[in-house]
């Protein structure tokens, strides 16, 4: 079993009363999110994600939403990389879902839309996708023939700096 604190492999909630952790086991197969609990000093296993040949740690992005008790995460539980989140109440929502992956969350500051990096139209043709938090609605916000490579949002959160290339 591996922990490291490189990259994010700990995140606190913005309040500081939450930490979860990212573990993974030396033959990368495993992968595993826990949270904290800070007055035990334990760890609380809340998602598991196993693979015979390997998991992709590329799709393993997690945080916690403004609301300091939802913890979100990517995992490619069903076979594509899509987003979760997990309330304070225990309870797992898939926000997306379908033959197609999100990867790159830049969530907005009330937590209520995520921006992803999206290949709905075919596996090669990546555009961004605005989610909505509360009923997992998923739309394309880019039309650049499925050339987006990543992005970046705007501090006032009202622009895209999108990172395009044309065909090869």
């Keep these: 079993l591996k922990i490291g604190f490189d990259g ?13 952790v990212m573990l993974r086991s030396v033959d990368n197969k495993d992968r595993w ?3 904290v609990d800070l ?5 609380k296993p809340v998602h598991r994600l196993t693979d015979q ?12 939403l ?21 309330d304070g109440a225990g309870r797992t929502r898939a926000l ?11 969530w907005s500051r009330d ?20 989610v909505n938090s509360k009923d997992g609605a998923t739309r394309e916000v880019s039309k650049l023939d499925g050339g987006v490579e990543d992005f970046r949002l705007s501090p006032d959160q009202r622009k895209l700096l999108v990172h395009y290339s044309g065909p090869y």
């Design 8 to 20: 994010e492999t700990v995140v606190w909630s913005t309040n500081g009363a939450n930490a979860a």
């Design 53 to 64: 040949a390997w998991v992709n740690f590329d799709n393993s992005e997690f945080g916690w």
């Design 96 to 106: 997306t879902q379908g033959k197609w992956e999100a990867s790159d969350v830049a």
């Design 33 to 35: 999110i826990a949270t």
């Design 111 to 130: 937590g209520d839309t995520a921006w992803v990096l999206c290949n709905r139209k075919d596996p090669g043709s990546y555009e961004v996708c605005a």
């Design 66 to 86: 403004p609301d300091n008790t939802t913890l979100w995460y990517l995992s490619e539980e069903t076979g594509y990389s899509h987003l979760y989140t997990l």
């Design 39 to 43: 007055p035990g000093a334990a760890l």
